[in-house]
């Protein structure tokens, strides 16, 4: 999820203006897809929409989901997710119409960079896709625990909140590996530290870390900033 900094400062204003802005945050978190991309699109147990593309890799993730069964999913390209690959949301329009009624979305990016070296879906292994979408399933696992006012908080506080974050991402990866997915969450977690530039040893703290494979894409990424920013001022 990603979401512009100046959200941030609702925070700061009384509680009625906040109440206020909550469909607009709402309709911000799930804008649709600008530019869904034509593709063929297969429906899947009734009640999940896949593009044609990832269609095996998303059937092979779903299976260890069968909680999700019953859950309405639609898979979609998206161009304009910001610094990750792949997003969970839940969809606004049914989001206050109670718990088994509520539907959501995982929104894919087609390409994303790790360290500005850009990778198309079609770069990715299947079994990294795999993990990719069985972390951003766990996401809703972990959303369908959730009240409607609960879902809120939880955008308010995962813009706001690095910690939050964290917490979030972690449970994701929780349900994946509780569902027997832990091959294809390192299989994911490899590949984006296998494509960096980081030392060895770095890599390893940060597989020791156990995060989350968006955890591990904003970090590296942001080092790689970081470093160019020092270059730059160091002449
Ligand atoms: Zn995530």
Redesign the pocket.
Known sequence: ?DVPKNHIVILKRPLYLILIMIPLLAGNWSCAAKKDMEEKKIVYQKNKIIPESILNEAKIALSYYPELEDVEIEFKFKEDIKK?F???QPKVSNLFKGRKHRSYYVFMSSKFAIEKEEFSMADVPPEVLIGWLG??L??IMDYRDKSAMGLVIFGLRYITSANYIKQ??RA??TFAVKGGMGEYILATKNFILNHSHLSDSYKARIARLYL????ILVLVNKLEADLEEAEREGG
């Open positions: 999820m990750s792949m997003q969970a972390h951003e766990g996401h979030a991402e994701a990866d989350s494979p968006d955890e």
